[in-house]
Nanobody, 123 residues
Framework: QVQLVESGGGLVQAGGSLRLFCVAS????????IGWFRQAPCKEREFLAT????????DYADSVKGRFTISRNNALNTVSLQINTLKPEDTAVYSC????????????????WGQGTQVTVSS
């Protein structure tokens, strides 16, 4: 079992930066790829980024390339998502998930999900 807890969300002005954290418990954390997703009101869950179990491979949605950076520290059971140049349309609940070793863009491929952290970007 893997338990995930997100943190780092909050209210930020457009153009600012935010770093989200996904902290996991469980011995098998390092064996999982981790994905970040977001869901805005009245919208479907959106894939943002994924990182492989080793951290050597990452993938990003086209919409966030260049602004979002995913990284992990397996020793600390932590995955982070750095978000730069925030835009109002980034407002959403951001969730991390543990799944396939090499990551996936498909939400249904992930076994474990955190509760999510709210990111609100003001104009």
């Amino acid at each position: 079992q893997v338990q995930l807890v997100e943190s780092g969300g909050g209210l930020v002005q457009a153009g600012g930066s935010l770093r989200l954290f996904c902290v996991a418990s469980g011995r098998t954390f390092s064996a999982h790829g981790i994905g970040w997703f977001r869901q805005a009101p009245c919208k479907e869950r959106e894939f943002l980024a994924t990182i492989s179990w080793s951290g050597r491979t990452t993938d990003y949605a086209d919409s966030v390339k260049g602004r979002f950076t995913i990284s992990r520290n397996n020793a600390l059971n932590t995955v982070s998502l750095q978000i730069n140049t925030l835009k109002p349309e980034d407002t959403a609940v951001y969730s991390c998930a543990a799944g396939p070793k090499y990551g996936s863009s498909a939400p249904t491929s992930y076994e474990y999900w955190g509760q999510g952290t709210q990111v609100t970007v003001s104009s």
